[in-house]
């Protein structure tokens, strides 16, 4: 019988390996963790948003912009709605993002491993690949216990981020043996620290407001929702889907920025009308008393301080200038970022193998037959929501499907 190697039990891994075991090969995890998908358990804050029903190519990012979008296109979000159905799973629909009915992200796990045991893969854990070499009938495989010749072997080793999980960047290492670029790895969907002092003042704050990414002054990319205010700079969804532009810009030693602006349901021209309005409405108001109902206490204190505006000044003598001023600091605050958080605290990685060296439509190595890659080992990351994990989904039947057949052959 021939035989498949995935090396690493993470999402994309175990993926892999079911897909290779229905294929009717006989198919071996070699994990260096003491379990197989540690990771699933912490992902969707314990519940485990598994795919996204939205699914468009801008939601998978990579230097190679649609080689992702193609893999996705061979196992999308109906299927994997189905894999999991034939396991078990019931569907959650919150708005698109798709969760076990059980809202634990320990069934998603569990189902995959008793598909594991009933298909006989075997699972071997807390052991190190330390060389993959191609030999004369195969691909041979040392690890620090045993070495195993195989027909096909499958990376799915993951990246650099959240490392206590076993995403420790080992499988960077053995993609170099076969000759394969390493896209500059660097934490993604990850808070973002900034230089000013007043954040202290600020922080705790959760507010709705849009984040825009600049290096150079150049407008590299936005989102808006529920922005989080930190003691050392900003976090929340909107940050973490721009955070892999502001770790690039800062990786290649640009003037990095983010200008955030916390009523963005409005125009400048809006939002001055608006205040105009509210002040005929109110105008023994004091500054400090203005904004009560419509941002938090906090934003507004530092609004004022950087205004360098009286918090006792009554509204109704606010010049012309001076209410522009308090408009352009609360649309278009200017903050220097200085870096991001590390892959500690980071969802994902930006970067990895460098896909243009990769078939798309196999994801077999073009520079050695019978090396596969698969989820984050390569260079491609979705956006916060699901689609990390549906791209180990779909890269991992793909590698799972392709290395079976070519074992077979």
């Known amino acids: 019988m021939r035989h498949v190697a995935v090396i690493g039990g993470g999402a994309a891994g175990m993926m892999a390996a079911i897909t290779a075991a229905r294929e009717g090969v006989k198919v071996t995890i070699l994990e260096h963790k003491d379990r197989i998908g540690k990771k699933i358990l912490s992902t969707g804050n314990g519940r485990c948003n598994f795919t996204n029903t939205y699914q468009t190519p801008a939601c998978y990012r990579s230097d190679n912009r649609d080689?992702?979008?193609?893999?996705?296109?061979?196992?999308n979000v109906e299927k994997t709605i189905s894999f999991f159905k034939e396991l078990g799973i019931y569907p959650k629909d919150r708005n698109g993002y798709l969760y076990p009915y059980s809202d634990q992200a320990a069934a998603i796990l569990e189902v995959l491993q008793i598909e594991i045991a009933k298909l006989n893969i075997c699972v071997m854990t807390e052991i190190n690949v330390l060389d993959i070499q191609p030999v004369k009938r195969g691909i041979r495989v040392t690890t620090d216990k045993k070495t195993i010749t195989v027909d096909s072997v499958i990376l799915a080793c993951g990246s650099k981020a959240a490392p206590v999980t076993g995403s420790d960047g080992s499988g960077y290492q053995l993609a170099k043996l076969f000759g394969h670029r390493i896209v500059p790895v660097l934490p993604a969907l990850v808070q973002i620290r900034c230089a000013e002092k007043f954040y202290k003042s600020i922080s705790g704050v959760r507010v709705q407001g849009t984040v825009e990414i600049y290096a150079d002054d150049i407008s590299l990319a936005s989102d808006t929702g529920e922005i989080q205010l930190t003691n050392y700079g900003i976090s929340g969804i909107p940050v973490f889907q721009v955070s892999r532009y502001a770790a690039k810009a800062i990786y290649q030693k640009q003037s990095v920025t983010a200008v955030l602006n916390f009523m963005p349901d409005m125009n400048k021209d809006e939002f001055l009308s608006f205040l105009q309005e509210r002040i005929t409405l109110c105008p023994h108001k004091t500054l400090d008393e203005?904004?009560?109902?419509?941002?938090?206490?906090?934003?507004?204190?530092?609004?004022?301080?950087?205004?360098?505006?009286?918090?006792?000044m009554r509204v109704s003598d606010l010049s012309g200038e001076q209410l522009e001023k308090l408009v352009l600091l609360i649309q278009h605050l200017r903050t220097h970022i200085t870096e991001t958080n590390a892959f500690e605290q980071a969802q994902i990685c930006c970067g990895g193998v460098d896909t243009t060296e990769i078939n798309p439509d196999t994801l077999e190595s073009n520079y050695v037959p019978g090396i596969y890659f698969a989820g984050e080992l390569l260079d491609v990351?979705?956006?916060c929501g699901g689609y990390n994990l549906q791209w180990a989904w779909s890269s991992g039947f793909?590698?799972?499907?392709?290395?079976?057949?070519?074992?077979?052959?």
């Open 290 to 312: 203005f904004f009560t109902g419509i941002f938090p206490k906090k934003l507004c204190e530092l609004w004022i301080r950087l205004s360098r505006l009286p918090k006792e």
């Open 381 to 383: 990351d979705g956006i």
């Open 67 to 75: 080689f992702a979008w193609n893999i996705i296109q061979k196992f």
């Open 398 to 409: 793909v590698a799972g499907r392709e290395a079976a057949g070519n074992a077979s052959n």
